[in-house]
């Protein structure tokens, strides 16, 4: 089964730096984009950075275009997330997800990661 386990999250200043790790295990991912979604307390579940896995094509919310940046390593069959510059508007859960439709009820999602960001 797919599973799908984030790690990385942590409490950090504001103008800093976090990387997070998504490993990704229980089937071939070509043909997949794999994602980066994060809600915070009281608000909705947010579109932050996608990548297409097998051609490396990026995509990324407005609101973290140039500061955040998503990659993979496909051998490895982890997803990252390096996040800079960060705002305190940052704080949230991260979770790490991989669909090969849509994002509704066929996707696969991690459990999350805390990102805090102070100011």
């Known amino acids: 089964q797919v599973q799908l386990v984030e790690s990385g999250g942590g409490k950090v200043q504001a103008g800093g730096s976090l990387r997070l790790s998504c490993a990704a295990s229980?089937?071939?991912?070509?043909?997949?984009?794999m994602g980066w979604f994060r809600q915070a307390p009281g608000k909705e579940r947010e579109f932050v950075a996608a990548i297409r896995w097998s051609s490396g094509t990026t995509y990324y919310a407005d609101s973290v275009q140039g500061r955040f940046t998503i990659s993979r390593d496909v051998a490895k069959n982890t997803l990252y997330l390096q996040m800079n510059s960060l705002k305190p508007e940052d704080t949230a859960v991260y979770y790490c997800a991989a669909s090969n439709t849509g994002w509704g009820g066929d996707a696969y999602w991690g459990q999350g990661t805390q990102v805090t960001v102070s100011s």
């Open positions: 229980g089937r071939a991912f070509s043909g997949y984009t």
